[in-house]
């Protein structure tokens, strides 16, 4: 099948790219599940933007710089700050409707950020930025959606891409393009804790590695401190915004959500730096975990600021805890550490493009190298919108392929009907899974150990050992995804000697 753009992943990322490709030529947009299965759909906290007086684009790329340690791509960082007012003018032209106070944005504060600069839509933010984009995607007769197909391997020849091979309504198929847009986002689900969907298993990373993509900075896991400690993943996650509106963290050597708080006594944020509570994510996240180790229970306390508040301003969080059993308003809520982005990937030039022709990444899945070795909250959403609106002055050029030369290339690529599982496979596969996210977690987690790095390494290296077989099952084909990036990632920790960011090593 011939398009002339194939997108793989419907977030932010990929929605905006097929929006803007729309007017260029047929788009199919590919979706793991359905349209919405996606970290954009969840995201909450909101996207960051330079919009009032006081606040100024120096200021904005200075924090960016300084939660990245410094390791951002500067270039990269000021092309997005500097476009974040345009992204944000695109978005409500779409549909987007953010929070207004008395005529305009209502930005608020969160962590790292010297300004209220971080546009939301209560918090629901990603949920309706999801919600717009989609809506204009199925009104477009140039768009073509398929939902619930699994994205196998790019097709390329020559350091070109031509398609794509995935599994749509069990079978294998071929589809051809001028060009290939991975938006597959994150890698989460390699971990036993972490607030990102079951989609996200890293297959863009996978696949674009496969072909001999550059990858880079995959060592900077970022850990969100404030996910809602529960015993199933993927974890509700608890917004930064909740500490940008003056919620404050508080332990106890016992587990309770009952307890009256001496605010004074029970804090610990400020031995660890001296920003508290908005200081950067990684370091949040370690303290939390330090104080974790030592027999703590750490809670969140928002209480103070009143139930007509916070309902007001949190009715998400507030509805989701309440189903959880803890009142936002009355109780203090159990959080914990989890993995919530990463800040490498798929390496490409402001452009979207990687080093493969006519193959391009955006969003969590690529590494405009904005982020750095920590993101920036609330840079996230940005970044999938600055991007692929870049695209429109790709009209021509490098994403020009020769339509006939596809058909050169297609009886050399197998196509036909999809293997299925039998019971042994997928409970070995189900197993390994397990068994790897328990592994990323404890040796390439928080905190890190060169010892542990190597035994993690050996350790995913024996069980693709096991995997050596053939099949097209999608739970196999993901498995193998999860561990060559799980191997990857810790490849680069190991690489890296000396903590930095995201990156701490004993």
């Not at 880079?216 to 993927?234: R, V, Y």
């Amino acid at each position: 099948m011939l398009f002339d753009f194939i997108i793989i992943g419907s977030g932010l990322a990929g929605l905006t790219s097929a929006l803007i490709l729309k007017d260029v030529g047929e788009v199919l947009l590919v979706s793991k599940g359905s349209l919405s299965d996606c970290a954009t759909d969840l995201a909450q906290g909101g996207i960051a933007a330079v919009v009032e007086k006081k606040d100024s684009f120096e200021s904005h790329i200075k924090d960016t710089l300084v939660a990245g340690c410094y390791h951002n791509n500067k270039k990269a960082v000021e092309y997005m700050v500097k476009n974040a007012p345009l992204a944000i003018k695109w978005l409500v032209s779409q549909g987007v409707h953010f929070d207004k106070k008395n005529g305009g944005f209502a930005p608020t504060r969160e962590a790292a950020h010297s300004y209220c600069r971080v546009l939301h839509a209560t918090d629901f933010t990603g949920k309706e930025i999801e919600k717009a984009l989609v809506k204009q995607v199925e009104n477009s007769e140039k768009i073509k959606i398929w939902e619930h197909c699994f994205a196998i391997d790019l097709l390329v020849q020559n350091r070109a891409c031509f398609g794509v091979q995935a599994i749509k309504d069990d079978k294998v198929i071929n589809l051809f393009g001028r060009a290939v847009i991975l938006a597959t986002g994150g890698l989460g689900q390699l971990y036993q804790w972490t607030t990102n969907p079951v989609q996200a298993t890293g297959d863009g990373l996978a696949m674009a590695y496969r072909v001999g993509a550059k990858l880079s900075d995959l060592e900077f896991i970022q850990f969100h401190p404030t996910a809602f400690k529960n015993q199933k993943s993927p974890l509700f996650l608890l917004s930064e915004s909740l500490r940008g509106e003056g919620a404050y963290l508080v332990k106890f050597k016992v587990q309770s959500s009952k307890f009256k708080v001496n605010k004074k006594e029970e804090s610990f944020m400020q031995k660890y730096d001296m920003r508290g509570e908005l200081a950067p994510r990684d370091i949040v996240a370690r303290a939390i975990y330090q104080e974790q180790q030592e027999g703590y229970e750490i809670y969140l306390d928002i209480r103070h600021k009143g139930k007509d508040f916070i309902k007001k301003r949190f009715p998400n969080i507030f509805r989701e805890t309440k189903k959880r059993g803890f009142d936002l308003t009355t109780d203090l809520v159990p959080v914990t550490p989890a993995v919530h982005y990463s800040c490498g990937g798929v390496t490409t030039d402001l452009y979207g493009r990687t080093n493969i022709a006519n193959l391009f990444a955006f969003g969590e899945t690529s590494c405009t190298g904005v982020h750095g070795a920590n993101r920036l909250a609330s840079n996230s959403l940005l970044e999938a919108v600055v991007f692929p609106l870049r695209l429109r002055h790709l009209k021509g050029g490098r994403m020009q392929t020769d339509k006939d030369s596809f058909q050169v290339e297609k009886s050399a690529i197998k196509e036909g009907n999809k293997k299925e599982s039998g019971i042994s496979e997928l409970f070995e596969v189900t197993k390994i899974r397990y068994n790897l996210q328990k592994l990323m977690w404890n040796n390439v987690g928080i905190i890190r150990s060169r010892q542990g790095l190597k035994q993690a390494k050996e350790q995913i290296i024996k069980w693709e050992t096991e995997l050596k077989r053939e099949g097209y099952s999608r739970e196999l084909i993901e498995l193998r995804n999860m561990l060559l990036v799980a191997k990857l990632v810790t490849a680069a920790a190991l690489r890296r000697k000396q903590s930095l960011g995201a990156h701490f090593v004993e």
